[in-house]
């Protein structure tokens, strides 16, 4: 889906077609006031004060009429320039203009304003020539949005809307955004009952349903097993941790503002943990280490917990807390290569089991310049970034490199993948950090019997399971594969009274095979049973009729697919499982 803030031709339509929006909103709501009405990724919104009036959806429509009028009238847009002081005079009814213009920067003498026809608006600019230009836009939806972003302040009215040069360019638009509805993890969440949130628990802290913790087992248990074939030690550590351990680790200097208050409880000061490296470095310091025990690999399956912004919380791809896939790999200087070769390759692997094919790397590095985001050592800097150009050079990786983009201690390696909607979303992630080992003190004793300090790697394949489960619902629209469906059969007789013995035989059978089976027997009608499953998108939907019933066989349909086949129960089995046990993906 196109980035319009950053097309220079849609930016500028998108933003005069802002301006058209509020034109026709003065029109047909006299006392409407108007704050700010930027262009963002995906068009553009407006802020408005409608006094009593709230929006309905009905209203869109009318609104969209009126800017069609308007523009169709054809106005030039006209730009002025004003001194503070008579913008001030000009806008002095409208108390959130006055609040743009008080809050404008000292030095700047001049304010610009744009004129079409009888509405005039604050603008930097710039604009098309004339209001004949917008004539492919949409209203998207409306919303609440508080003054300022602040929840003390009035609520106002925010119009989304979106605005092309040609009617083809808006078509392909809007069914990119009904294909994105449709693929919305939160609905899809909702409709199969994976997860769920309520504002007693709190904003960004989702439910896992039992459905949606089976999907969650089941790649714990994925990403578990290739951890401990690679020789993994997973541990266990407290959610919280004291202020000082953050001090320690820099995280209280460097990430503050993104943590949950502190708590003080007896005389220790506590923070809910938004990261977990400095509890790993207490597990890796908990014994003397010899040369010959590195790489040390310590992983873990942790709950963390990170302040979002509220109007950024959204289902489970952005939390305020999460389950991070997260590692911590004791090097020595000599190893970061082969081990961070193994990393990227995990990383490769897991892609290729999942059918991930649209991804790129990034290198982020720090900027040279801001030393307060920054660690400041230049020599272990360029030390860090050095090696991991060396590195993903040597494997013949395609990266780009993104300055300041680093986390405070050391640069890392971000995969970013484009979804099947959507702007792209880092995934994966691999940081090499030479900081925080210096800091906790850690060592290990070198061939010679002298103390060296190691390097840690710091990765996380899926990210965590919240954004990767959001992920993998939208890219498969929850059909999900087999070996990740909550339900993997739903076994549902023809006829309960007559194949019901059959069905309910047939279903302990998979049962005791490990398969998540449901069976479906109710006095409804088949047409309607069958129809649930496949809106259920269960992968494997057997129907058993008195045929199946004489001989013993199964006759089942694949989700998506009409087309029935028959087998006997034997086959049946083992067709299931060995596609379980490969994670075969659906087709």
Same mark, same amino acid.
């Given at each position: ?56 959806? %009905? ?5 969209? /009429?009126?800017?069609? =009028? @308007?523009? #169709? ?6 730009? $002025? &320039? ?93 069914? %990119? ?5 449709? /693929?919305?993890?939160? =609905? @899809?969440? #909702? ?6 949130? $309520? &504002? ?116 489970? &791809? ?270």
């Amino acid at each position: 889906m196109i980035n319009i803030k950053e097309n220079e031709r849609l930016n500028k339509m998108n933003h005069s077609c802002a301006h058209l929006l509020a034109q026709a909103v003065k029109h047909l709501y006299k006392e409407a006031k108007f704050w700010v009405g930027p262009v963002i990724e995906e068009g553009f919104y407006y802020d408005i004060d409608l006094g009593d009036k709230t929006l309905t959806e %009905e209203d869109l429509p009318k609104i969209e /009429r009126e800017m069609k =009028k @308007i523009a #169709k009238d054809g106005k030039r847009i006209v730009r $002025h &320039e004003l001194t503070k002081e008579e913008a001030l005079e000009m806008f002095k009814e409208d108390p959130y203009k006055l609040d743009l213009i008080s809050r404008m920067d000292e030095n700047e003498t001049t304010i610009s304003c744009y004129t079409q026809g009888d509405f005039t608006d604050l603008c930097r600019g710039p604009h098309v020539e004339t209001v004949k230009e917008l004539k492919y836009f949409k209203l998207i939806k409306h919303s609440g949005a508080y003054w300022k972003g602040d929840a003390n302040n009035k609520m106002l009215q925010r119009i989304y809307g979106v605005c092309f040069e040609t009617e083809e360019d808006l078509d392909n638009y809007l069914q %990119e955004l009904e294909e994105a509805k449709q /693929r919305d993890h939160r =609905k @899809i969440g #909702k409709e199969q009952e994976l997860f769920m949130t $309520h &504002e007693l628990v709190g904003s960004g802290m989702p439910l896992w349903l039992p459905n949606g913790a089976l999907i969650r087992h089941e790649l714990e248990n994925y990403i578990y097993q290739k951890e401990e074939a690679m020789g993994y030690n997973h541990v266990y550590t407290p959610c919280v941790g004291t202020v000082n351990l953050y001090k320690t680790s820099g995280h209280w200097d460097h990430y503050k503002e993104n943590m949950f208050p502190m708590m003080k409880v007896d005389e220790e000061e506590f923070v809910l943990r938004p990261m977990n490296c400095p509890h790993h470095m207490l597990v890796y310091k908990n014994k003397m280490h010899s040369y010959r025990d590195l790489p040390v690999r310590i992983g873990e399956f942790a709950t963390d917990f990170r302040y979002e912004a509220s109007g950024a919380v959204k289902g489970l &791809e952005r939390v305020r807390c999460m389950c991070q896939n997260d590692a911590h790999l004791f090097v020595r200087p000599d190893q970061i290569g082969d081990e961070f070769k193994r990393v990227v390759s995990l990383i490769l692997d897991v892609y290729k089991d999942f059918g991930i094919k649209d991804y790129k790397f990034r290198l982020s590095l720090r900027d040279k310049n801001d030393k307060e985001k920054y660690f400041d050592d230049d020599e272990m800097w360029d030390t860090a970034e050095n090696k991991l150009r060396e590195v993903l050079n040597d494997m013949g990786v395609d990266y780009f490199e993104a300055e300041g983009e680093a986390a405070f201690y050391g640069p890392k390696l971000d995969v970013e993948v484009k979804p099947a909607v959507g702007p792209e979303v880092t995934l994966s992630t691999c940081q090499l950090d030479f900081l925080l080992p210096r800091r906790f003190e850690l060592t290990y004793v070198d061939s010679n019997g002298e103390k060296q300090t190691p390097v840690v790697i710091h990765r996380a394949i899926f990210g965590t399971f919240d954004r990767f489960t959001a992920f993998l619902i939208e890219e498969t629209k929850g059909a999900f594969p087999t070996w990740l469906a909550p339900t993997q059969v739903s076994v549902i007789p023809v006829s309960s009274e007559f194949q019901g013995d059959y069905a309910r035989e047939v279903t302990e059978k998979l049962k005791e095979q490990g398969i998540r089976v449901e069976l479906d027997d109710r006095n409804e009608k088949l047409g309607y049973r069958l129809r649930e499953a496949q809106t259920k998108k269960v992968p494997y939907t057997l129907i058993l009729g008195d045929n199946e019933k004489q001989d013993n066989t199964i006759s089942y349909r694949l989700h998506g697919e009409k087309e029935t086949t028959t087998v006997s129960e034997e086959e049946f089995i083992k067709l299931i499982k060995e596609e379980i046990e490969k994670k075969e993906l659906r087709k």
